[in-house]
């Protein structure tokens, strides 16, 4: 059975990924992915439009799946991905089509602006102990805290190479079934038997939380949190 993507909220103009063979000339839909991770197509016509994968290409889900098409198609120079909306599917797929035989600077122009661009793996530093594509971000998103937000705070390349971050974040929100209460953590990630990235959550004690506020505004520095908490005195 394939894997769908969950589909964009109620109301939202739905996409779908179109795939063009370049060796044969032909565009397809994406359908889905099967239980060995390959990609699934069907026909691009209203006729199959049931069986369109539906995406939200502004989401982390939507980036993982780029990212780990591309990881697993190690060469992918016989076929590009296009992204349209899932109303004009089959029209964009005769217009790539056709200008893939036929090339124009107009059907050209048109082509470049549906592609999804290869993504740049440079982003997996050789440093960093995780993957960031293969992590579910869009689970963590739901108590609060994104890719984004790391990247905000300087914690990203921290926390990717394995350490705990450094600031605090307060996260809540229903994850699994269950409800989690504003609390104040850190985080980190660890990897999984099955070879997934988790994420750990880490609390943060009263003592330590008080020590990240400006005190008579006097704002303590990294070391002098740690000494505070390792010696309870402000020098080494």
Do not use: C
Not at 52 to 74: G, W
Not at 115 to 136: A, G, L, M, T
Request: hydrophobic share 30%; net charge neutral.
């Amino acid at each position: 059975m394939a894997n769908r993507m969950t589909p964009p909220a109620e109301g939202q103009e739905k996409d779908v990924l179109l795939v063009l063979d370049k060796q044969q000339g032909k565009v397809s839909a994406v359908k889905g992915i099967d239980k060995d991770g390959n990609l699934q197509t069907v026909p691009p016509t209203t006729g199959h439009g049931g069986e369109f994968m539906q995406v939200d290409k502004n989401s982390d889900v939507f980036s993982n799946f780029i990212s780990n098409f591309y990881r697993k198609y190690q060469d992918t120079s016989g076929l590009e991905l296009f992204s349209v909306k899932a109303s004009e599917a089959e029209q964009d797929a005769k217009a790539i089509e056709d200008n893939h035989r036929n090339p124009t600077p107009e059907g050209g122009k048109r082509a470049e602006m549906l592609r999804v661009p290869k993504p740049d793996f440079h982003e997996f530093k050789q440093d960093y102990r995780f993957d960031p594509s293969k992590i579910d971000w869009e689970n963590l998103k739901k108590v609060g805290i994104t890719a984004d937000t790391l990247k905000n705070t300087k914690d990203f390349d921290r926390v990717m190479r394995g350490y705990k971050s450094r600031n605090t974040y307060t996260v809540s929100g229903t994850v699994g079934g269950f409800y989690l209460k504003p609390t104040d953590v850190k985080l980190s990630f660890y990897q999984a038997k099955d070879g997934t990235v988790v994420p750990k959550l880490h609390g943060v004690q009263q003592d330590e939380k008080l020590l990240q506020r400006p005190f008579h505004e006097h704002e303590f520095t990294k070391q002098e949190q740690g000494n505070l908490q390792g010696t309870g005195n402000l020098g080494g």
